[in-house]
């Protein structure tokens, strides 16, 4: 007995090879977007201008060894995530600084997310603000003066060494979707 194919089922499966075909050569997903860096310049420009990332402590001051200020966006993993960073090193303790973000971060209308594992909270801070669409996330680490040794030279591991050097950092999806600190 001979195959037959309905001639309503041929033309629909023939458009739908198509279009997966065609969304295949174009680089595109129809499962799941792609977003690109492009068009985030006034979003990048809000992030990298937050007041929290221009008022360090009392005392802390930019690297000596290396230019502390950083700021990107990043779309190779299928999603545009905009950052923005500044690193300090500061002549006083961790506590110091944890204390001084935390105050400013909540005047300025962040929430503070705490770790999820009790205890972390003296290697950084994360906090959120933000409802969809303009959601933002700033984060405080203390990186190991051999984690700077090995990624800006020895020259930034002994400066960092001789205080509580850290980071803070602003980030958002490129569309503002909402975001949480620990995913």
């Known amino acids: 007995m001979p195959c037959r194919i309905r001639p309503g ?3 629909a499966a023939l458009l739908l090879s198509a279009v997966l075909v065609a969304g295949a050569l174009s680089g595109c997903s129809f499962l799941s977007p792609f977003t690109t860096c492009e068009g985030t ?13 221009a008022s360090p402590p009392p005392g ?4 000596r060894t290396f230019d502390g200020d950083s ?3 990043a779309d190779d993993s299928g999603d545009a995530w905009l950052s923005a960073g ?7 303790t961790r506590q110091e600084v944890l204390d001084h973000y935390r105050k400013a971060a909540e005047a300025d209308g962040w929430r503070f997310e705490p770790e999820p594992v009790l205890g972390q909270e003296t290697w950084g801070s994360c906090f959120t603000k933000g409802e969809d669409g303009q959601a933002k996330v700033f984060t405080l680490s203390f990186p190991p003066a051999r984690f700077l ?3 800006y030279g ?7 060494a001789s205080g509580s050097g850290f980071e803070i950092s602003v980030g958002s999806e490129a569309d503002g979707a909402e ?3 620990h995913t």
């Open 71 to 73: 700021s990107e966006c």
């Open 149 to 151: 040794t090995e990624f």
């Open 154 to 160: 020895a020259e930034a591991g002994a400066e960092f």
């Open 9 to 11: 089922r041929a033309t």
């Open 60 to 63: 802390a001051s930019a690297p």
């Open 179 to 181: 975001v949480h600190c």
């Open 86 to 92: 500044r690193t300090y090193v500061y002549p006083g």
């Open 41 to 53: 310049e006034a979003r990048m420009k809000e992030l990298d201008s937050l007041p929290l990332l």
